[in-house]
């Protein structure tokens, strides 16, 4: 059974976040990443499996490594979902801070 990952189930888990951080800077083999966590190095090819299905890494090879990168246009994506909330909740704490200013005039 084939499953289709969600970008936000895999980017919910905080080891995946810090993959994704450290990809972010620059490409970097398993190997590299795997040596940044205190766990089995199938674990982390796990994590890089998910976030790779999600298209949110790219994979490259170079010679017989494989380079792992951040796939700036699915992140791009993701930003632009998470952007709409952002705009909801400036807008919420906009009127908030509204309705204060006028209860401190009335005061």
């Not at 890089?48 to 992140?75: D, P």
Request: aromatic residues 8%.
């Amino acid at each position: 059974m084939n499953l289709r990952r969600d970008v936000f189930q895999a980017i919910a888990d905080p080891t995946r976040r810090a993959i994704l951080l450290m990809v972010a800077s620059q490409s970097m083999t398993a190997g590299a990443i795997a040596a940044n966590f205190d766990t089995a190095r199938p674990t982390v090819s796990k994590h890089l499996q998910i976030l790779t299905e999600c298209e949110l890494l790219k994979q490259e090879q170079n010679g017989r490594e494989i380079y792992y990168h951040v796939n700036a246009n699915k992140m791009e994506e993701v930003a632009d979902f998470v952007e709409q909330f952002g705009k909801m909740w400036d807008e919420r704490f906009n009127k908030l801070e509204a309705i204060m200013q006028a209860h401190k005039t009335k005061e």
